[in-house]
Every structure is written in C-alpha cells, then in structure tokens.
C-alpha cells in the first residue's frame, strides 16, 4: 500500500494543484480540476466538510460566504456555515461568479461528483478532511464513500492520499484503512515526530517552515509503511521560492499555479 507520490523515488518533486489549479479557476469546484488536468497535471487537493443533511461537499471555508453568492440568495441566514445549509440548498449557489463571470454557474461540488471527475479525468487526490471538529464521524464516512466508489481498490491506492490539520483524524483513517496513505498538515518538532509516525506516511508543513536539515530530519523517520516519512510543501506560488524549496529535498510542493511551478522545476 503506498501512494505512488511517496518520499524516497529521489525525482524532482511531485506538483500537485491546490484546490485544483486555482490560481485559473474557482478553487475547489470541477472547473478547477479540469483545468489542472488540461495544463497537464494529474494531483489535485480539495477540501471536503459535511451539509446539515449529511452530505460531503468539496469547500474550503466552513462559511460558503466567500467562494458562492449565498449572500443573495440566503441573505438571512449569516453566518452561512456550510454545516447549517442542506445539500439541495447549496446546490442553488453559484460558486464561481465570485471568481470571474467566466465562471457563472459553476457549483459546490458534493464529493461523490469530484470523486467521478477525478476519475474521469484520470487524477489523483490529496483529499483534506477539514474542520472535522465541526463533522463528528466524517473520517468514516470518507473512508466509506471512498470504498464505494472504488478508491480502496489496491489498485487504486496510489492515486489517493488523506490528509487533515488533525492528527486525531488522521490517525482514525489510518486505524479504519490502514492502507491509505496519510498526510498530517503541520510542523512537528523533530522531537514530536515519533509521535506521528504511527500513523502517518507525509507531514505536509507550510514552506516557511521549512529547512534543509528538517526535510532530511522527517525522511529519516519511517511512517506506518515502513517507509520514509514524505514531506509536501504548500503553498508555493512563485518560481524562486518552488526552486529554493525543491531543494531541500521535499517531496512534492503544493501550489495554485502548477504550471509556474513546474516551469520553474525544468529550468532549476
Ligand atoms: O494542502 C495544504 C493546504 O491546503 C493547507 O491549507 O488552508 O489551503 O487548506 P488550506
Ligand atoms: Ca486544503
């Protein structure tokens, strides 16, 4: 079991499109993994929460104020938490003239959808469970959705890795299918990353937190797959920054503009 973007293969660093590529697109819709995949990539990161009726959807904030006109259309219901919305209501927003008119029309995707175009567009998914404090029980029910549609196929772990700021959620996807590759979001100390090593296969840290000694410190510690824990960077827009962070041996640099930084990686 192992994601095929893990530590140790020594390449360049795996790029993988934030939200999607939304640097061109709206993050966390349709819009944006297709174009990630027309420019050429194949890793896409969403966010995934839960609808007050159950449903996992792909959005970053747990407020759909920012990224739908919710506003307009639910002007009484503030602070328009995504928890508090029905699936069938938020399938009436518009999650993409917030970005551009290009764009209207353009919707909340449930996560069974993304899953389908994911698949449809041949990519691979670093999957971030986010807020789970606000979704009690949304560990199990990704892992199951996950199941459903294919993803825990052997065949199909390589193209999946679940990542989350929660180490208690990661750890409890670790504990329901311990063949999917993790990711914990942060910086342990070195001294901490015993501690995660149980249970997750990549610490994923904000770039400028980064060194070269604390790269080499996480791949020398071996994950819950007897393997070198990975490290991917976020969030790298720009091409001096991927170069000076592709040096220090990071495994995969998580960006909006996956395009630059591939650029940036061929000319390095
Ligand atoms: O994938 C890393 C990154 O997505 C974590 O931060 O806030 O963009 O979800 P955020
Ligand atoms: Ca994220």
């Not at 407020?63 to 995504?82: G, I, M, N």
Request: net charge negative; aromatic share 8%; charged share 20%.
């Amino acid at each position: 079991p192992a994601s095929d973007a893990r530590a140790g293969d020594m390449g360049a660093p795996t790029v993988i499109a934030h939200r999607g590529a939304s640097a061109y697109a709206p993050e966390n819709t349709l819009a944006s993994i297709d174009k990630a995949a027309q420019l050429g990539f194949t890793w896409v990161e969403n966010d995934v929460q839960r609808t007050k009726d159950g449903e996992l959807v792909v959005i970053h904030d747990d407020s759909l104020q920012r990224t739908t006109d919710v506003e307009q259309v639910f002007p009484d219901r503030a602070p328009w938490k995504v928890k508090d919305f029905t699936a069938a209501e938020i399938a009436r927003l518009d999650a993409g003239s917030w970005y551009s008119p290009a764009y209207a029309g353009t919707r909340v995707p449930t996560l069974k959808d993304y899953m389908c175009q994911v698949e449809h567009n041949h990519e691979k998914l670093l999957l971030e469970i986010k807020n789970p404090e606000l979704y009690p029980g949304i560990e199990q029910q990704t892992v199951k959705l996950l199941g459903n549609e294919g993803w825990l196929d052997p065949k199909h772990l390589g193209r999946l890795i679940v990542q989350s700021f929660s180490a208690d959620s990661i750890r409890t996807v670790h504990e329901l299918r311990p063949a999917i590759t993790t990711a914990y979001l942060g910086s342990p100390t070195v001294a901490q990353l015993g501690q995660y090593a149980p249970f997750t296969d990549l610490v994923n840290p904000s770039y400028g937190s980064l060194s070269p000694t604390y790269v080499s410190a996480v791949h020398a510690v071996k994950g819950p797959h007897d393997k070198p824990l990975g490290v991917f960077a976020w969030t790298v827009n720009d091409a001096a920054t991927a170069r000076r962070v592709a040096g220090y041996g990071v495994d995969g640099i998580i960006t909006n503009k996956p395009d630059v930084v591939r650029e940036a990686l061929a000319s390095h």
